[in-house]
């Protein structure tokens, strides 16, 4: 699809996806980022980099496509940076969590830019993060959020959609506005309520490892999250995240008083409901 392409962060994302690219063929030539030395040494040994680059300017000039693959709050600093070093007609996305600010903060740094930015969101992590644990099937049967402020770019946006479903995925098309509020929801909220029981038990429960069964175990799977990477999340997101925590306050609420009433029948009801969501999400 590409001549050359660069990847800007190898962490988890930007190594499964080197691994990706050059699996399926994608780019003749993979250029990838990193702003160390340590980590470019560890990019030369452990991933199929055409060229390594320290420096962002460098790493971009002459890409067809250019992903950056940093945490959410790094993303708008690291597009201010490479955007006079972009060819004409070059696509640039990302990997970002949270779109809005990204997405409209692109917007203004690419009006005199003959390349073009379109937010994504590949619904491909995990709780693991580095380079160590990529994986080239990462992507596979996944969502790709993509999220484009100028749709009249028809050719990019077209682009940029069949390169993740070249890698397995399948595309979805949001303003960067609903999807922060709607992955709020879905994502956001399931990985902040993970690392709330793990923090409530992680002071009393101290035999817990040798008294629970699968059930703790895939409850707070997801809260061994980078700490750092979410914290950015959640203050990007910070709006539609309060707002996701009242309605499940408000669930745990309903749950207490009905076991404060005594009302079991009720209780029965509010499990039946979690049980039909859980199982509409295996369709």
């Known amino acids: 699809m590409f001549k050359q392409v660069t990847i800007i962060g190898p962490g988890l994302l930007g190594a499964s996806l080197i691994l990706a690219v050059k699996k399926k063929q994608l780019a003749e030539k993979i250029v990838v980022w990193t702003r160390s030395t340590v980590g470019a040494e560890n990019v030369s040994k452990n991933l199929p980099a055409d060229k390594v680059e320290e420096s962002l300017t460098y790493s971009v000039r002459g890409s067809d496509l250019v992903v950056v693959c ?19 007609d070059c696509i640039v996305t990302d990997v970002g969590s949270v ?12 009006k005199k830019s003959g390349a073009n930015f379109i937010g994504s969101h590949p619904m491909a992590g995990s709780e693991k993060s580095g380079m160590e644990h990529a994986n080239e099937n990462l992507f596979i049967n996944r969502p790709c959020i993509v999220t484009p402020i100028d749709e009249d770019n028809s050719t990019s ?38 690392s709330i029981l793990a923090h409530c038990l992680s002071d009393s429960a101290i035999d817990a490892s040798s008294l629970c069964g699968q059930g703790l175990r895939d409850t707070v799977r997801i809260a061994g999250g980078s700490p750092e990477l979410w914290a950015g999340i959640l203050e990007q997101n910070q709006t539609n995240i309060l707002a996701s925590l009242g309605k499940f306050q408000k669930s745990l609420q309903v749950a207490q008083s009905l076991i404060l009433e005594n009302n079991f029948t009720g ?17």
């Open 267 to 283: 209780l029965i009801e509010f499990l039946e409901k979690g049980t039909c969501f859980q199982k509409s999400l295996n369709k």
């Open 99 to 110: 779109k809005t600010d990204i997405c409209r903060k692109a917007e203004d740094l690419f």
């Open 70 to 88: 940093t945490p959410v709050e790094t993303i708008t600093s690291i597009l201010a940076s490479i955007v006079g070093a972009l060819k004409t």
């Open 157 to 194: 946006l077209k682009k940029i959609s069949r390169f993740w479903e070249q890698l397995g995925m399948k595309s979805i098309f949001m303003n960067p506005e609903d999807h922060d509020k709607q992955l709020s929801d879905v994502s956001h909220l399931p990985h902040l309520i993970s």
